[in-house]
C-alpha cells in the first residue's frame, strides 16, 4: 500500500462530523439575513478600480481577413493566438457588451490542465483518445503561462493545486477511483484522510479528499481577459465594445456581420459567444445557459483564516451532487459557488439573480461547511452563465459553408481550457494541420439538447433531483443516473 493510501485508510472508518478543531462559539453569529444585508449584488471581480477604459463602439462599414464574435475568453485567446501565428492578419473582435462582463468575469477562477470537464469525464466522452488529451492539456497549460509571462498580465496566478473534498463516507470510493485513474496518467495525486483533510482546510463536513499538487491553481479571471484584452491591441487586433451582433448574412465569400451601428465583412468568423443567439438556430440546440451563483466573503483576518487553515490555498470542489466549490482571492475572501439554475429559453439576465434571497440557501451551505466562520459578511453575490452541453467538454463545430466556426460547451470549466478551444478552432477555420485534428474532441459534435419547453421542464426536474439526492436517494437518485445514463455529465 502506498503512502498515500496509508494516510486514507487510517481514517476512512471514523470521519469527525460533529466538531471542527476550528469550531468555536461566537457572540458574533450572524444570520444569513445579516450577513447578505450589505452585499453588492454584483461580480466581486468586476468591482475593481484596475478595470480598463472601454474600447470605442464599431461606427460604419470595414472589411477584416478575421472577425471574432465575442470578448470572452474564448474570443480573447483566439483574437491573441491569431495575431501570434498569423501576425499579417487584419483581426477584428466585436463584443455586446464590455470585456469580462459576460461568462468571464463570473467565474470561480480555478485551473487545471484538464481541456475536459475533467479527466473522469474524458474517459467517459473519449475513452480511446485520453493520453493525446491529457498531453494537450499540459501544452496548453504550459502555453497559458508563458502568455500571461510574455505580455505582463497580473492575474493573481497561484499555482497551488486543486482538491476535491468527500463530504459523505460513501463518497471516498469515488475519490480512491479517481485518484487511481490520475496516478495512472502521470498526475501528482495524494489521497487524505479526514484529518489530513483537515490539516489543509478545516470542514466538519470533510470526509477525506484527493489533492491534485502541481499543473493546477486559482486565478483572477476578470484580471485575466483584461489582461489578455491588453495583449490583442499590443498586437494589433481592432477591438470593439458595446457592439452587440444583430444580424448574420452568408454572402458566398464572405460573412456580413451587423451591429447596431456598423458592419463587419470577413472571409473567416470565430464564434466565441457562449450561449448568446448569434442567427445560427443549431448553435443553440446544442449549448444551453444554466446559472451558477457565487458569494464572497468580506476579506478573512489573519485570525479568522487561522480558524480553517488552507496554507497551500488550493483550489476546492466538494463531493455534492449540487457540488460547492471555493477558492481564496489575493486579499483573502472567500469565493463560494454553487447553486445551480436554469431560465427559461437561457435568459441571460433574470430578475432572480438580483434578489437577496436568491442566495440565503448557498449562505447557509457556507456555514454549514465553515461553521468556525459564522460572524463572516458576504461583500458580493451574483449569478454567472455557464455554457452547458451533453458531452461536458469544449466543442468546435463549422458554420455557414465552414467560413465560420462556433466554440463553447466547456460546462464550467473554461478558464484555462477556453486556450485550447480557441487554438482547435482557429485550425479548423483556417483548415491547418494539427495533432488535436485527428481526435474525436475535434471532428465530433454533442448532442442536442431538447428545446423548449421541454429543456425548461427537464432542466427544472433535474435541479430539483440535485437538491437532496444525496440524503434522499430515492427517484431523485434515479432521475440523475437516467440523465448520466443518456450521456449528460452531472
Not at 468591482?47 to 480573447?76: C, R
Not at 460513501?170 to 479526514?194: E, Q, T
Not at 487553515?309 to 451532487?321: A, H, P, V
Request: proline share 6%; aromatic share 10%; with cysteine.
Amino acid at each position: 500500500m502506498n503512502e498515500s493510501a496509508q494516510l486514507f485508510e487510517a481514517d476512512i472508518a471514523a470521519p469527525t462530523h460533529g466538531a471542527s478543531r476550528g469550531v468555536r462559539p461566537t457572540s458574533a453569529r450572524l444570520t444569513v439575513e445579516e450577513a447578505l444585508a450589505r452585499t453588492r449584488l454584483m461580480p466581486y471581480w468586476l468591482d475593481n478600480l484596475a478595470e480598463p477604459p472601454a474600447e470605442p463602439a464599431l461606427a460604419g462599414d470595414t472589411h477584416a481577413d478575421l472577425l471574432i464574435v465575442g470578448g470572452g475568453f474564448t474570443g480573447l485567446w483566439a483574437a491573441v493566438q491569431a495575431k501570434e501565428q498569423m501576425p499579417e492578419l487584419d483581426v477584428v473582435l466585436i463584443e455586446a457588451g464590455r470585456v469580462a462582463h459576460g461568462a468571464s468575469g463570473r467565474a470561480g477562477g480555478i485551473i487545471s490542465t484538464s481541456v475536459m470537464h475533467g479527466l473522469p469525464n474524458a474517459v467517459r466522452v473519449f475513452p480511446n483518445d485520453i493520453a493525446e488529451l491529457e498531453a494537450f492539456g499540459q501544452r496548453n497549460l504550459d502555453g497559458f503561462e508563458e502568455t500571461l509571462e510574455r505580455y505582463g498580465i497580473d492575474a493573481d496566478i497561484e499555482w497551488n493545486g486543486e482538491m476535491t473534498v468527500a463530504v459523505d463516507p460513501d463518497h471516498i470510493g469515488h475519490l480512491r477511483a479517481d485518484h487511481d485513474l490520475h496516478k495512472s496518467y502521470g498526475h501528482d495525486v495524494v489521497l487524505l484522510d479526514a484529518a489530513a483533510t483537515r490539516e489543509q482546510l478545516d470542514s466538519p463536513l470533510f470526509a477525506g479528499a484527493l489533492w491534485s499538487r502541481n499543473r493546477s491553481g486559482i486565478v483572477h479571471p476578470a484580471k485575466l481577459a483584461w489582461g489578455l484584452k491588453r495583449a490583442a491591441l499590443q498586437l494589433g487586433v481592432r477591438l470593439y465594445e458595446h457592439s452587440p451582433l444583430t444580424n448574420v448574412t452568408d454572402e458566398g465569400a464572405t460573412v456580413l456581420v451587423k451591429t447596431p451601428a456598423g458592419s463587419v465583412r470577413a472571409p473567416r468568423v470565430v464564434f466565441g459567444s457562449g450561449t448568446a443567439k448569434v442567427g445560427i438556430p443549431d448553435i443553440n440546440r446544442r449549448v444551453l445557459q444554466v446559472r451558477d451563483h457565487v458569494l464572497a466573503t468580506e476579506p478573512l483576518t489573519d485570525e479568522q483564516l487561522a480558524r480553517i487553515g488552507w496554507k497551500q490555498r488550493q483550489g476546492i470542489y466538494d463531493t455534492r451532487t449540487q457540488l460547492n466549490y471555493f477558492r481564496l482571492t489575493k486579499r483573502n475572501n472567500i469565493i463560494f459557488g454553487g447553486l445551480v439554475s436554469y431560465h427559461f429559453d437561457g435568459d441571460p439576465n433574470p430578475p432572480h439573480d438580483q434578489k437577496r434571497d436568491t442566495y440565503y440557501r448557498l449562505a447557509e451551505a457556507f456555514y454549514k461547511t465553515f461553521p468556525q466562520l459564522s460572524d463572516v459578511r458576504f461583500s458580493h453575490a451574483w449569478g454567472g452563465p455557464i455554457d452547458y452541453c451533453s458531452r461536458g467538454s469544449v466543442f468546435a463545430k463549422r458554420y455557414l459553408g465552414d467560413k465560420a466556426v462556433f466554440v463553447a460547451g466547456y460546462t464550467g470549466f473554461g478558464v484555462a481550457a477556453s486556450r485550447f478551444g480557441a487554438f482547435m478552432g482557429l485550425n479548423i477555420l483556417f483548415d491547418r494541420e494539427s495533432p488535436e485534428r485527428a481526435l474525436d474532441i475535434a471532428n465530433q459534435s454533442p448532442t442536442y439538447i431538447p428545446p423548449e419547453p421541454v429543456r425548461w421542464l427537464a432542466a427544472k426536474v433535474t435541479f430539483h433531483a440535485f437538491d437532496g439526492a444525496d440524503a434522499e436517494g430515492g427517484w431523485k437518485r434515479a432521475w440523475i443516473k437516467g440523465i448520466k445514463a443518456m450521456g449528460f455529465p452531472m
